[in-house]
């Protein structure tokens, strides 16, 4: 059997998903990645490669997430794309009518807008983390509710608290005022949702036409609390997909598929990436004062990439 | 030995450096230019600037600091207008004031005024001034002006044949900083063309901007900037807008965007604004505005500041181009 596979390693979490010829996900991994983004790509390629059946071939794959250029490499990926492609083709491969994806991961939360399979717009958090997965940890967190059960307390409350959700420092500050008020703990969680769906659709989601359908994917679509409070911001169903955790690993590996139709082979170094001893180490270049970080990636001790120079002389290696 | 006269490398001298550079050489000055922008240049001018700077007043700062120490002269003249009708952004205005306040150790500033808004030939009248500063006749500052307008004008018309800025004015440049640009062909086949616009002192410091010209290169992209296009067609684009846009800058960017969406000549837009700039919140709206109306080009609008990061950027241009080159290849298949 063919198969595809695609890695998309963001902030918090690393996600892999397997795909077959018929782009059907066989299998998916989901892991933190611990700021340590190569060993958990490396764990993550052991998990998934025990799921799989023992007669497969791999004939193409992908990387995605902010640690993408890194994971190519790491991988030998047949196309590294960004996060927004990869998962507005994997919303529109299993929602072909979708025409709004909101996007909302560890770090930053993304709107897409689809038009006829296509995607015609994009925007992203630009300075502010509020609405973002991180802050909604870290307030579950505060008010000693585990996170897995944050969306279903959301649920429970009848009677939403309004907190303002303008800025996470200050969404924090309002939710501490309204608990020594002696607002319920539910209600508190239900507005807190409520705070970051209207921020998100203030500023990611400002100045565009969000159309039905909308898909609602990336790590915080786990939280019903989330879906309900933008269904009822927007008055229409927003679709949660079966895989919405590791929506941008099916895409980028649906787009390994296509970048093969082109390329035939693949650069794909194979399972055995997983035990192959890869470092990364950094170094200040001193050639002129904007003193760079350079990153070297080296394996078994060699170095086979580099990047964060500015003026781009420490990217090409002498051999 | 010649007096020396130091010319930030920030603001309008993306534009009238070849002007101001001939005229002071022509009367035996010589001209010295801040180094490039790097991050400890800008880090020394944070500490001098007021609240509420944009960022290229910012940056504008540590270009001047940089000249303190090394010239005779600082050249910070008062642009009020250049051309009949606009205005230059009024924290141009005050720049020179701006520095005088925040630095102690200054040489002397030269801060001529420049008003053309009603007289667009009274542009020698102030040249007459500075001139007379350094105690010349007004039969070489006569000459000097007329050469000065001469380059200019070469500049100017080296610019709308589609050349990029950065090279064409290196060819005045003492030391100009390496060119990253190399008009590469785009992989898939078909070039992309995409427009970028914005301050000229925002699309040409390879610094502030993480180098977005070349990062679009390198992604396929030929860039086509507002200085490609000539006067005539911004004005005819402008005249149209029921309310004046009166800002010069501004104007240009606007008239040569509307332009670039109208000829159908490209498959993509990116404003590029400073954080903390007024007129540029209103461009990127008007921009936005015209562009929904033609859904066959992408539009991209990015912010940049100080503490720009270069993922998020890479992140978004990368993103811009894929959805170009994906939906070109659904409108071929």
């Known amino acids: 059997m063919n198969i595809y596979l695609g890695i998309d390693v963001g902030s918090i979490s690393t996600n892999l998903a397997v795909i077959d010829e018929e782009k059907k996900v066989l299998a998916w991994e989901y892991l933190l990645t611990g700021g340590r983004p190569i060993e958990a790509v490396q764990r993550g390629l052991k998990e998934i490669e025990k799921k799989l059946p023992s007669q497969v071939e791999i004939r193409g794959g992908g990387s995605t997430g902010s640690a993408r250029h890194l994971t190519g490499i790491l991988i030998g990926a047949d196309t590294v794309k960004s996060e927004i492609i990869a998962h507005a083709v994997a919303a529109s491969h299993l929602i072909p009518e979708v025409k709004t994806i909101f996007e909302i991961g560890g770090q930053d939360s993304k709107i897409i807008i689809v038009r006829d399979g296509v995607v015609v717009d994009f925007a992203m958090n630009t300075i502010c983390a509020a609405g973002t997965g991180s802050f909604l940890d870290h307030q579950a967190q505060r008010l000693g509710v585990p996170i897995e059960e944050f969306g279903n307390l959301a649920l429970q409350s009848k009677t939403p608290t309004r907190v303002a959700g303008r800025c996470t420092v200050f969404a924090e500050s309002d939710m501490i005022h309204k608990q020594q008020t002696g607002h319920a703990t539910e209600n508190i969680v239900a507005g807190l949702c409520q705070a970051l769906v209207r921020n998100y659709l203030n500023n990611v989601g400002k100045g565009k036409e969000l159309l039905p359908p909308v898909v609602f994917q990336g790590g915080v679509a786990a939280n019903k609390g989330m879906k309900a409070a933008f269904e009822e911001e927007l008055g229409y169903e927003v679709i949660v997909p079966e895989y919405y955790h590791v929506m941008g690993a099916i895409g980028v590996a649906i787009l390994a598929q296509e970048t093969i139709v082109e390329t035939k082979k693949t650069k794909f170094k194979g399972f055995e990436v997983s035990e192959v001893d890869y470092k990364t180490r950094s170094f200040e270049c001193t050639g002129c004062p904007n003193l760079c970080e350079v990153i070297e990636v080296l394996m078994s001790g060699e170095v086979i990439s580099r990047w964060g120079d500015r003026c781009g002389k420490w990217e090409v290696l002498e051999k | ?333």
């Open chain 2, 1 to 333: 030995m010649a007096i020396k006269v130091g010319i930030p490398r920030a603001l309008l001298y993306y534009r009238l450096y070849p002007f101001w550079k001939t005229f002071f050489n022509s009367l035996g000055i010589e001209v010295v230019v801040s180094d490039k922008t790097t991050k400890k240049l800008l880090k020394e001018g944070l500490k001098y600037v007021p609240d509420e700077a944009c960022l290229s007043i910012k940056v504008a700062f540590g270009h001047v600091k940089d000249l303190i120490g090394k010239v005779d002269y600082l050249f910070l003249p008062r642009l009020v207008s250049l051309e009949r009708g606009t205005y230059i952004c009024p924290k141009f205005i005050g720049f020179p004031d701006m520095i005088r306040s925040a630095f102690d150790n200054l040489p002397p500033v030269i801060d001529t005024s420049f008003n053309l808004r009603r007289r667009p030939s009274n542009l020698f009248l102030p040249m007459c001034r500075i001139g007379r500063i350094f105690k010349k006749s007004f039969l070489s500052i006569h000459q000097a002006y007329k050469k000065a307008l001469e380059e200019e004008s070469k500049y100017l018309s080296s610019l709308r044949k589609g050349n990029l800025l950065p090279e064409v004015l290196s060819s005045w440049e003492e030391n100009p900083p390496p060119l990253l640009n190399t008009h590469l062909k785009s992989k898939s086949g078909g070039e992309l063309r995409i427009a970028l616009v914005g301050h000229p002192y925002n699309l040409y410091d390879f610094f502030v901007n993480l180098n977005i010209i070349k990062k679009l290169e390198n992604l396929g992209a030929r860039v086509i900037t507002p200085e490609m296009v000539s006067p005539l067609a911004i004005k005819k684009e402008t005249d149209k807008i029921p309310q004046e846009v009166y800002w010069s800058l501004g104007r240009e960017i606007v008239g040569a965007s509307f332009y670039l969406i109208e000829s159908g000549s490209i498959d993509g837009l990116v404003h590029l604004g400073s954080f903390g700039c007024g007129p540029d919140s209103f461009l990127r709206e008007l921009i936005a505005d015209k562009i929904r109306k033609y859904p066959e080009i992408a539009y991209l609008s990015l912010i940049l500041d100080e503490h720009s990061g270069e993922a998020g950027l890479v992140t978004r241009l990368e993103a811009f181009i894929d959805l170009i080159e994906r939906r070109k290849a659904k409108v071929r298949s």
